[in-house]
T-cell receptor
Framework: TQLLEQSPQFLSIQEGENLTVYCNSS?????LQWYRQEPGEGPVLLVT?????EVKKLKRLTFQFGDARKDSSLHITAAQPGDTGLYLC?????????????FGTGTRLTIIP | GAVVSQHPSWVICKSGTSVKIECRSL??????MFWYRQFPKQSLMLMAT?????????EQGVEKDKFLINHASLTLSTLTVTSAHPEDSSFYIC????????????FGEGSRLTVL
């Protein structure tokens, strides 16, 4: 069974601060996706990383896939209240890709104005 | 981007009744849809893979007779929770694979089921 542990589980910081969310596993994934989920809604895809060591930037968000494709991180600079939400990483199965997505345990982020 | 819609958004039912949740891909055809379950403050757990025109594939521990899945067309999959009980109360989310976009998954808005 593939497991993805996210840390921290909860994070509450002031607007303008920087933060990093980690997504770790002992398993290898074909890809790693990051989602943000608002209360009462479905997850929305932020980014997909596929290659080990890959770094992608989306405005103030920087995503990195570990060299061994077992872990990932999400770094947010100058956090804003609009960044508040549940952040989920999800790994694609080595053999089935997105057919078998394993979701991480989640990080609930609160940005205080 | 592609749109996936679920209906109803929320439903309250009495214990013992059955509830059907629909998942529609509005602007693309999806041969494969996925159903997830999410408990409060927890992550998503894949329940089953819904394949158009064939039987769904259920994850280990998910009762197929309890959670009936039908994928009768390329734009619609349904999840029926049969003889619902309070422990079935949860947030149910579907997703569908988009076309021509490296297998990106698009998620529905979710359906919150409360069984009294």
């Amino acid at each position: 069974t593939q497991l993805l542990e996210q840390s921290p589980q909860f994070l509450s910081i002031q607007e303008g601060e920087n933060l990093t969310v980690y997504c770790n596993s002992s398993s290898v994934f074909s890809s790693l996706q990051w989602y943000r989920q608002e209360p009462g809604e479905g997850p929305v895809l932020l980014v997909t990383v596929v290659t080990g060591g890959e770094v992608k930037k989306l405005k103030r968000l920087t995503f990195q896939f570990g060299d061994a494709r077992k872990d990932s991180s999400l770094h947010i600079t100058a956090a804003q209240p609009g960044d508040t939400g549940l952040y989920l990483c999800a790994g694609g199965h080595p053999n089935f890709g997105n057919e078998k997505l394993t979701f991480g345990t989640g990080t609930r982020l609160t940005i205080i104005p | 981007g592609a749109v996936v819609s679920q209906h109803p958004s929320w439903v309250i039912c009495k214990s013992g009744t059955s509830v059907k949740i629909e998942c529609r891909s509005l602007d693309f055809q999806a041969t494969t849809m996925f159903w997830y379950r999410q408990f409060p403050k927890q992550s998503l757990m894949l329940m089953a893979t819904s394949n158009e025109g064939s039987k769904a594939t259920y994850e280990q521990g998910v009762e197929k007779d309890k959670f009936l899945i039908n994928h009768a067309s390329l734009t619609l999959s349904t999840l029926t929770v049969t003889s619902a009980h309070p422990e079935d109360s949860s947030f149910y989310i579907c997703s569908a694979r988009g076309q021509g976009s490296a297998g990106e998954l698009f998620f529905g808005e979710g359906s919150r089921l409360t069984v009294l």
